[in-house]
């Protein structure tokens, strides 16, 4: 008796697991920043849809340093919606951004990386550079 209890709990779980499943689907991996000023919107929003038959639950959204402030959404995603995940870049680091965001869910791919790039440029010390340039080419 306990054994075909077991039997039929066991097989009730294997087919929930492998019938109802989220599935996490982004417009695109990577956003590109492009050349923007210091101190310009850092802002940006990946968008994904749950292509799965269940729910889909973001537990986690983290990103490789303080500079990026990922927002994850709060509920839970029910299949066919949309979702948004906006990521706020702190534009007043005059450098190149690489930087990955990790999203953690239920979906059938548990993790997925998601990266900004881009490269924050200072406008008023950028004319060093180019005032070098041209003193070398003039010698």
């Given at each position: 008796?306990?054994?075909?209890?077991?039997?039929?709990?066991?097989?009730?779980?294997?087919?929930?697991?492998?019938?109802?499943?989220?599935?996490?689907?982004f417009?695109?991996?990577?956003?590109?920043?492009?050349?923007?000023e210091?101190?310009?919107?850092?802002?940006?929003?990946?968008?994904?849809?749950?292509?799965?038959?269940?729910?889909?639950?973001?537990?986690?959204?983290?990103?490789?340093?303080?500079?990026?402030?990922?927002?994850?959404?709060?509920?839970?995603?029910?299949?066919?919606?949309?979702?948004?995940?906006?990521?706020?870049?702190?534009?007043?680091?005059?450098?190149?951004?690489?930087?990955?965001?990790?999203?953690?869910?239920?979906?059938?791919?548990?993790?997925?990386?998601?990266?900004i790039?881009?490269?924050?440029?200072?406008?008023?010390?950028?004319?060093?550079?180019?005032?070098?340039?041209?003193?070398?080419?003039?010698?």
């Amino acid at each position: 008796m306990m054994k075909n209890l077991i039997a039929i709990l066991f097989v009730g779980l294997i087919s929930f697991g492998s019938f109802a499943q989220a599935k996490i689907e982004f417009k695109t991996n990577v956003i590109d920043y492009g050349t923007i000023e210091k101190g310009a919107d850092g802002v940006r929003t990946f968008e994904f849809t749950n292509t799965g038959d269940a729910p889909l639950i973001i537990s986690s959204v983290k990103s490789t340093c303080g500079c990026t402030v990922p927002k994850k959404p709060k509920g839970p995603i029910m299949p066919g919606e949309t979702g948004e995940i906006e990521v706020k870049y702190d534009t007043k680091r005059v450098n190149p951004i690489r930087k990955t965001i990790t999203v953690i869910s239920n979906a059938d791919t548990p993790t997925v990386a998601l990266k900004i790039k881009g490269l924050v440029i200072d406008p008023n010390k950028t004319s060093v550079l180019e005032k070098k340039e041209k003193s070398m080419i003039e010698q």
